[in-house]
């Protein structure tokens, strides 16, 4: 008998590639400034604006914009979460 039979990462291959929990997708952004807000927020605070989506990737914090280079490039002047991409 010459048979080999292959076994491969026996059982240590599990748990791997778990998605961690999406606490991203309870924000929504601001259309305006892309500011992140709560789903229970009604208007933004950074802009005053209610115009909001769900619709958006990236999340950004900033905690001092003026020295941020991330804030420069997303005309970021406020701290807060933002997002980098919003549509
Ligand atoms: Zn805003």
Request: overall charge positive; proline content about 3%; hydrophobic content about 30%.
């Amino acid at each position: 008998m010459d048979h080999r039979g292959l076994k491969e990462g026996e059982g240590s291959n599990q748990g791997e590639g778990e998605v961690s929990k999406r606490t991203t997708a309870r924000f929504k952004c601001c259309l305006r400034c892309k500011a992140l807000l709560t789903s229970q927020a009604n208007i933004c605070p950074n802009c005053k604006s209610s115009d909001f989506t769900f619709d958006w990737n990236g999340l950004v914090v900033v905690f001092d914009p003026e020295t941020s280079v991330i804030a420069k490039v997303l005309n970021i002047t406020k701290p807060g979460r933002y997002a980098i991409k919003c549509r």
